[in-house]
């Protein structure tokens, strides 16, 4: 499982952080070199952006896997990025 925590680090002062989002992803096609991933992913509310809080879970298919981990965590945040405004629309 990949696991990516968003968090709100005030100042740098670690003991104020906050989580304010999380998305993981399993692989479900056996580590095949190009891979398929189960993604559940959600973010608290945001009153700052009158954003309502949200969890979703969905798939990203055909991943190469012979890419950096970076290239998962953009469609990652991409996919995520889609939900949260799916989430704002139906409100």
């Given amino acids: 499982m990949l696991r990516i925590i968003v968090e709100l680090v005030l100042g740098g002062y670690e003991p104020a ?3 304010l989002a999380r998305a993981e992803l399993g692989n479900v ?8 991933y189960v993604i559940r ?4 509310a945001n009153p700052l952006a009158g954003t309502p809080a949200w969890q979703r879970t969905g798939k990203i298919e055909d991943h190469r896997r012979d890419q950096s981990v970076w290239a ?3 469609r990652a945040a991409a996919w995520c ?6 989430a704002s629309s139906s409100g």
Wanted: aromatic residues 0%; glycine residues 16%; proline residues 0%.
């Fill in 41 to 44: 992913a959600g973010e608290g």
């Fill in 17 to 19: 952080k906050r989580e």
């Fill in 72 to 74: 998962l965590v953009e």
């Fill in 81 to 86: 990025g889609d939900e949260a405004a799916k």
């Fill in 29 to 36: 096609s056996g580590l095949a070199a190009t891979s398929s």
